[in-house]
């Protein structure tokens, strides 16, 4: 599996297990995501994500929403 494909793997894995968390749907996930640019945050967070359980990515989403003014 190349970079770009585990990255696109935690990105689906994470925005699932977000929307799950949040209660939301796949349409609500994406008004945020063009609002905040989670999935570019777990892109460039890759590399320290990776190492990181579901739990733990989800609070530092929250947290880089939350220092944008955002609230889930």
Known sequence: MTLNERIIFLQV???D???????????????????Y???R?????????????????AEEVENYISEQGGVI
Do not use: C, S, V
């Open 13 to 15: 894995d994470m925005m």
């Open 17 to 35: 297990y977000l929307m799950q968390r949040w209660g939301t749907n796949t349409d609500a996930f994406l008004a945020l995501d063009e609002k």
């Open 37 to 39: 640019k989670i999935l």
């Open 41 to 57: 945050f777990l892109r460039i967070g890759y590399e320290p994500f990776h190492l990181t359980g579901d739990e733990g990515i």
